[in-house]
């Protein structure tokens, strides 16, 4: 079965300064990667996908991360934070069996200080 | 535009009574999942369905039914067996493999 770690519940950032969420995840083979965010009380809004080709991928609102096989890790990184990226964070994992089922990691709240 | 809505986006429940969460989706998605939020739990699968009149339970889906007559919707049923339903449900769906899940705006449910 799959599982998905995000490391830090609540991370904190300085406006202006870099954000990196961590995702790590367990599988027998590469899965299918994606980072979402949501707001307040409202459902879960794609950032950006993984699934095969280039290892940088570039979502919305200048997040990117990068699929690294040997470290089975698929971090999150802003260079710079806004104040409107304030939110909850979730990485998951999809094991390209038919029913598309994902596996979500526990989140991370992402606080960000003027 | 295209879409899932689930409503109500608030409800309530007394003791020892059944609610249905209603979940539409107008994408022309074969998948529908429904999801329990907790905080700090992240999301956990309740059931999903891959066609219509077809659907498998999840890792949470004692106290929970579901059905679906039609491809557009997949409505859950909180039922009096589900003894701690308070949490926020979301509805997804999807279509092929690395498609991602398209989610709705939630439904709250409370405990009266």
């Known amino acids: 079965a799959q599982s998905v770690t995000q490391l830090g519940s609540h991370v904190s950032v300085s406006e202006g300064a870099l954000v990196l969420l961590r995702c790590n995840y367990s599988?027998?083979?590469?899965?299918?990667l994606f980072w979402y965010v949501q707001y307040p009380n409202q459902g879960l809004q794609l950032l950006l996908k993984?699934?095969?080709?280039?290892?940088l991928v570039k979502g919305i609102n200048g997040f990117e991360a990068e699929f690294k096989k040997s470290e089975t890790s698929f971090h999150l990184t802003k260079p710079s934070a806004h104040m409107s990226d304030a939110a909850e964070y979730f990485c998951?994992?999809?094991?390209?069996?038919?029913?598309?089922?994902?596996?979500f990691g526990t989140g991370t709240s992402l606080t960000v200080i003027p | 535009d295209g879409g899932i809505t689930q409503s109500p986006k608030y409800l309530f429940r007394k003791e020892g009574q059944n609610v249905t969460l209603s979940c539409e989706q107008n994408?022309?998605?074969?998948?529908m999942y429904w999801y329990r939020q907790d905080p700090g739990q992240g999301l956990r699968l309740i059931y999903y369905?891959?066609?219509?009149?077809?659907?498998q339970k999840g890792d949470i889906a004692e106290g929970y039914s579901v059905s679906r007559e039609k491809k557009e919707s997949f409505p859950l049923t909180v039922t009096s067996a589900q003894k701690n339903p308070t949490a926020f449900y979301l509805c997804?769906?999807?279509?092929?493999?690395?498609?991602?899940?398209?989610f709705g705006d939630g439904t709250r449910l409370s405990i009266l």
């Open positions: 997804a769906s999807s279509t092929y493999p690395g498609d991602p899940q398209h």
């Open positions: 599988s027998s083979v590469p899965p299918y």
């Open positions: 993984y699934t095969t080709g280039a290892t």
């Open positions: 998951a994992v999809s094991d390209r069996g038919a029913g598309n089922q994902f596996y």
């Open positions: 994408l022309n998605h074969d998948a």
């Open positions: 369905s891959q066609i219509v009149n077809d659907f």
